[in-house]
């Protein structure tokens, strides 16, 4: 089933972000999709996206097209990741491993 393979990535994705002590979290729960937005503390997330562009790993940066609900967060952005229920666990890890290596980058 399509919805149930999404929300067990989902899971895995935020849990995976919201134990990492430098990802604060534009959401308080988990959501329904495996959509999640953050940002890394103290960098840019464009700058966050630019180096996970260099990993081969596709997110969006920046206003999102939610120009009014960015601003009520009083962030200048945030870093957006999507998956589907094609997506994997492996790819989830390798996702986590890589912006681990961002984050330490710099």
């Known amino acids: 089933n399509i919805s149930n393979s999404e929300k067990i990535l989902a899971k895995k994705l935020w849990n995976s972000l919201s134990s990492n002590k430098h990802i604060v979290?534009?959401?308080k729960d988990c959501p329904n999709k495996p959509i999640?937005?953050?940002?890394?503390?103290?960098?840019?997330?464009?700058?966050?996206?630019?180096?996970l562009d260099e990993m081969n790993i596709c997110v969006r940066t920046g206003k999102l097209c939610a120009q009014t609900a960015i601003s009520k967060l009083n962030v200048s952005g945030l870093i957006r990741v999507s998956l589907c229920f094609y997506n994997t666990e492996k790819e989830i890890d390798f996702?986590?491993?890589?912006?681990?290596?961002?984050?330490?980058?710099?």
């Open 25 to 27: 979290l534009s959401a």
């Open 36 to 51: 999640c937005s953050f940002n890394v503390k103290n960098k840019h997330h464009y700058d966050v996206g630019s180096i």
């Open 95 to 106: 996702f986590i491993k890589s912006l681990n290596k961002a984050i330490k980058f710099l």
